[in-house]
């Protein structure tokens, strides 16, 4: 089956109302150039006015987290995934390893926000990978088996065919150190395996994006393994020349 490319910019902790009108302006322009579908994820209070900049758009506008609670009530400080979609937002990043490390999601959280998001018509990118120490014993594998079985046992076949999923090895994001071509490859392959283990049509349609220190230098090459069906870009999705390189490099 072939899979439509797609490249997701994750701003993490940035921006301003200014760099989002900024930025989309440019994106917009660009848009109709690029051979693959495009979202951003901007801080919660960003999304409204990214998503009215972008209508009218191919471009979808996203978030970063969402609660875990369909129910609304007594969540000081959360916000729903119906909130989000109220916003215009079409996506939402689930389960970033920031979050898994500084804010302790576990798997369990990871698969009832991963919910949480499909049951309000949004589609999660949901982020695994291993640590440098993990990989330096051997343990990608097994790290990776975990998290995609935390998913397949604990989400809805509905949610899993809404699903983007990001491979980012925790010690290539931020650093500058991108896992090589053949790294990308090699897990990405994997991962498909382990959900076609579990059902081989939805291993077949499921987008897996690779993220860490993607940058337009490298991403032709990143892009060209078999099962890498585009990118989660932090840093380089900040500015809007370098995530058009990044779009402009699917070809
Ligand atoms: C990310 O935060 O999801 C990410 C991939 O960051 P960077 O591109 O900066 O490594």
Redesign the pocket.
């Known amino acids: 089956m072939s899979r439509r490319s797609f490249i997701a910019g994750?701003w993490?902790m940035h921006g301003s109302a200014e760099h989002v009108e900024d930025f989309s302006r440019v994106l917009v322009d660009a848009a109709p150039s690029l051979n693959c579908d495009l979202a951003i994820c901007v801080p919660f209070v960003y999304v409204e006015r990214l998503a009215r900049l972008l209508e009218g758009s191919e471009i979808a506008p996203g978030a970063q987290n969402l609660s875990h609670s369909v129910e609304h009530g007594a969540h000081t400080g959360e916000i729903s995934g119906s909130m989000l979609a109220d916003c215009g937002a079409d996506y939402v990043i689930v389960g970033?390893s920031?979050r898994r490390e500084m804010h302790g999601e576990t798997d369990e959280v990871v698969v009832a926000k991963a919910e949480a998001a499909v049951a309000a018509g949004l589609r999660p990118i949901v982020?695994i990978g291993e640590s440098l120490d993990q990989r330096e014993a051997d343990k990608t594998e097994a790290v990776l088996k975990r998290q995609i079985s935390a998913l397949t046992s604990g989400c809805d076949r509905q949610t899993l065919e809404r699903m983007v999923l990001?491979y980012?090895p925790i010690w290539?994001?931020?650093?500058g150190r991108s896992a090589t071509p053949e790294q990308a490859q090699a897990v990405h392959e994997f991962v498909r395996t382990q959900f076609a283990d579990w059902d081989a049509t939805i291993a077949d349609s499921l987008p897996i994006l690779y993220?860490?220190?993607?940058k337009p230098d490298n991403a032709s090459a990143l892009f060209a393994g078999a099962d890498v069906d585009g990118a989660?870009?932090?840093?380089?999705s900040l500015k809007s020349d370098s995530f058009v390189g990044i779009a402009r490099a699917m070809g």
Do not use: P
């Not at 290539?172 to 650093?175: L, N, V």
């Not at 993220?211 to 993607?214: H, Y």
């Open positions: 994750n993490k970033h920031e982020c990001a980012e290539a994001i931020g650093t993220g860490g220190s993607v989660l870009v932090g840093g380089a």
